[in-house]
C-alpha cells in the first residue's frame, strides 16, 4: 500500500523555469510533510518541511503548496538552476511513535 | 558524532554470503530506519525502531533479511545468503521522536554489490 504517492518520477527543466512535483497521501493522521533532497552518491537530506495548519511555506527558491482537503502537496522550485539537478522525495510522518513514510522520489534534471 | 554514521561504505560480496552492515545513529534519536534504493530508485522501507517497541519489519523484503538495534543505539542488517537483486544501496535514518517533530536524518549509505 503507497501511502504517499509522489509524480512525475523524472523531470526535465530548463534553467530559469519553475519544477512542480506534486504528492498525495491517504493517511490523515499525517501532520507532518518534509521534503528531502538527495544528491548522486550521498543520504538524501532536509530540504524544507510544512505543517498542516499553514497552507504554504517558502524558503528562498522553494515553497511548499499544502491543500489539507484534497490531502495533496507539492513543491515547487522557482528559477531552477543546474545546481538543483537531484533527485527529491516527498514523506509524511506524525507525531509519537509513527515512521516516516516516503513517496517515491522525483528524479530532476535542470538543464543550461 | 555529529550525523548518522555507515559502515561500510562499500562491500563487495559473493553471491550466497552472509554480510553485516552497520549504523551508528545520531545519539539521543530514539527511532531508526532502514531503507534501500536500487539504482536510480526510490527508497524502499525496510525496517524501523522506536525505542523499546517491537520494531515494524512490514518492508523486509524475504527471511533472508533481518536487523537488530541494541541498547537502543547501533544496529545492524544482515543480509543471509546474498542474491545479486540484493545489490543496492542501504540507507540508515535515525530521528527524534518526539510530539510532531520526525525529521530524519540519513547516513551516508553502503553500496553493496553481489557478484
Known amino acids: 500500500q503507497q501511502q504517499v504517492k509522489q509524480s512525475p518520477q523524472s523531470l526535465i527543466v530548463q534553467k530559469g523555469g519553475i519544477s512542480i512535483i506534486n504528492c498525495a497521501y491517504e493517511n490523515t493522521a499525517f501532520d507532518y510533510f518534509p521534503w528531502y533532497q538527495q544528491f548522486p552518491g550521498k543520504g538524501p537530506a532536509l530540504l524544507i518541511a510544512i505543517r498542516p495548519d499553514v497552507s504554504e511555506k517558502k524558503e528562498g527558491r522553494f515553497t511548499i503548496s499544502f491543500n489539507k482537503s484534497a490531502k495533496q502537496f507539492s513543491l515547487h522550485i522557482m528559477d531552477s538552476q543546474p545546481g538543483d539537478s537531484a533527485t527529491y522525495f516527498c514523506a509524511a510522518g506524525s507525531g509519537g511513535y509513527q515512521k516516516v513514510t516516503f513517496g517515491i522520489g522525483t528524479k530532476l534534471q535542470v538543464i543550461p | 558524532g555529529a550525523g548518522v554514521s555507515q559502515s561500510p561504505s562499500n562491500k563487495v560480496t559473493e553471491k550466497g554470503k552472509d554480510v553485516e552492515l552497520r549504523c551508528d545513529p545520531i545519539s539521543g534519536h530514539t527511532a531508526l530506519y532502514w531503507y534501500r534504493q536500487s539504482l536510480g530508485q526510490g527508497l524502499e522501507f525496510l525496517i524501523y525502531?522506536?525505542?523499546?517497541?517491537?520494531?515494524?519489519k512490514s518492508g523486509l523484503p524475504s527471511d533472508r533479511f533481518s536487523a537488530e538495534r541494541t541498547g537502543g543505539s547501533v544496529s545492524t542488517l544482515t543480509i543471509q545468503r546474498t542474491q545479486q537483486e540484493d545489490s543496492a544501496v542501504y540507507l540508515c535514518a535515525s530521528s527524534l521522536v518526539r510530539g510532531a517533530n520526525t525529521e530524519a536524518f540519513f547516513g551516508q549509505g553502503t553500496r553493496l554489490t553481489v557478484v
Open positions: 525502531f522506536q525505542g523499546n517497541s517491537a520494531p515494524d
